[in-house]
């Protein structure tokens, strides 16, 4: 990756942090200058967080579907804060600023670092505005550090010799996709690309044997996530709730849609439509990435094989939720690794400060006026349903979410599940159902909390005492929301 000193490597570290910072500051509706996160994933995340803090294990205690190490990350995030997404925001910074700084990294094996800066922080300000950010908080955006440094190994590995991975880069990369996987393991596109290419490059040097080399070295490295998390299961007495929750139950329960080729494309166009800026940024750095003949060759199939089981997995394997695209934004910032930038030929000292002003002003810009999110920015959260409802809820109740996902009012009333299913999740579970219903007969929460539409007459042990509207998929203060008092 070139030689670089450690205070350079420091001053562009620190940038990569500010930016970061001040991006996800207007970005993100975790960031302090919004009022809560209103999406309901997550809420969801932040909840499963605040029981693991209070010694919950999840899927036995808790249920949802993701990953055992996304919730990890949000219960560190109730550790920083308990009561708001100030928590999960300062994650936020600092998983985007190693994405950033990876990317700068990679850039300066081409150019100048301040002009790999620069060019970093203004195309992640892309990223960030685009629809697949959502508002914030996503398993996606989490994996994205995780997807750069294998990006970014790979850079280091086949753009600077011939033949396949060295063992410990190749560990890394394995305990990276072990990160994904126990993340959200849809998300591994990338390293089945990466794969590919490592085992066409090991059957081409030694044969069978240096490819199970290969494959041998890459699982030992993805396993080390993965047997821990089995350790810490199994030591809980929770394995199968594990395997259930998070492997079978997403595999075979979690989407009955049967998908064709017009709902594959209507949902690229949508990508294309909602993330444009990076989308463009993307394709036109991939063209002249995949033209550079400074680049060698088994590295350009390389990133052409991970974009490519990259865009497979987001687009291929099962329902594309809008959000879902956004781990294809890592791409971005690959073809500007070795594009050329007129700015990096500046020889005055003014006139290079005066082109990385002007670049992080654009960035500013975009973060300012593009974000999706800026109708919530610098919102009184007293302004908000989820506040609004939380009043009527006295001190010490027991509050259940008996419909939709996660609205926000455990954690605007401060209270935890009491019940291991707390939401009604998009996976077909039966026994997820069966057991809301029978938390409500039973009348066991104080109060229940639906979204869209009101308890069922049969449930007449609970009364309407509240109802509010708040704000839908679209934005929109369009979703209804009934809170009930047991009789």
């Not at 001040?22 to 997550?42: E, F, H, R, T």
């Not at 994996?143 to 753009?159: K, R, S």
Request: hydrophobic share 50%; with cysteine.
């Amino acid at each position: 990756m070139g030689k670089n000193s450690i205070r350079e490597k420091l001053y562009i570290g620190l940038l990569c942090l500010i930016a970061s910072g001040v991006l996800l500051l207007l970005c993100s509706q975790c960031s302090p200058l919004y009022p809560i996160n209103v999406w309901g994933d997550a809420n969801c995340l932040l909840t499963v967080g605040r029981v693991m803090r209070e010694g919950g294990v999840i899927y036995r205690d808790i249920y949802e579907q993701k990953g055992p190490t996304l919730y990890l990350i949000h219960a560190i995030a109730a550790c920083i804060s308990d009561s708001s997404f100030f928590g999960v925001y300062v994650l936020e910074v600092l998983s985007f600023a190693a994405v950033l700084y990876m990317a700068c990294r990679a850039g300066m094996r081409r150019r100048r670092a301040w002009a790999s800066a620069c060019d970093a922080v203004l195309i992640g300000a892309c990223v960030l505005v685009g629809s697949a950010f959502s508002r914030g908080d996503s398993a996606e955006e989490f994996c994205l550090p995780y997807l750069m440094a294998a990006i970014y190994l790979a850079f280091g590995q086949y753009g600077e010799k011939d033949g396949p991975m060295d063992p410990k880069a190749l560990f890394v990369c394995g305990l990276m996709a072990g990160m994904v996987a126990t993340i959200k393991f849809t998300i591994l596109g990338l390293f089945v690309g990466l794969c590919i290419e490592e085992g066409v490059l090991a059957l081409r040097e030694g044969g069978f044997a240096r490819a199970l080399k290969s494959a041998g070295v890459f699982l030992a490295g993805m396993l080390l996530p993965i047997g821990a998390w089995c350790a810490y299961f199994a030591l809980h007495g929770a394995l199968g709730d594990f395997y259930t929750a998070y492997v079978h139950n997403n595999v075979f329960l979690y989407s009955d849609e049967t998908r064709t080729l017009m709902d594959v494309a209507r949902d690229v166009w949508d990508a294309v439509r909602g993330n444009v800026l990076w989308v463009l940024l993307a394709c036109v750095g991939l063209l002249v990435f995949f033209a550079d003949r400074r680049e060698n060759l088994q590295l350009r199939l390389a990133v052409l094989s991970m974009a490519l089981c990259a865009f497979a997995a987001v687009f291929f394997l099962g329902r594309t939720w809008p959000y879902s695209p956004l781990v294809l934004g890592i791409f971005a910032f690959v073809g500007f690794t070795s594009a050329p930038n007129p700015a990096d030929r500046l020889k005055s000292g003014l006139a290079r400060r005066l082109a990385a002003s002007v670049s992080c002003v654009l960035a500013l810009a975009v973060a300012v006026f593009l974000s999706p999110n800026t109708y919530l920015r610098g919102m009184e959260k007293e302004e908000l349903a989820q506040s609004r409802l939380a009043a009527y809820v006295h001190e010490g109740a027991t509050v259940l979410q008996y419909s939709h996902l996660d609205d926000g009012l455990y954690l605007t009333t401060g209270t935890l599940p009491q019940q291991k299913y707390f939401v009604r999740l998009n996976v077909q579970y039966d026994e997820m159902f069966a057991e809301l219903d029978r938390y409500v007969e039973e009348a066991i929460p104080d109060y229940v909390l639906t979204a869209w539409a009101p308890l069922e007459e049969r449930f007449d042990r609970y009364q309407l005492i509240a109802t509010d509207a708040g704000y839908d998929d679209r934005d929109r203060i369009n979703k209804l929301l009934y809170l009930y008092r047991r009789r």
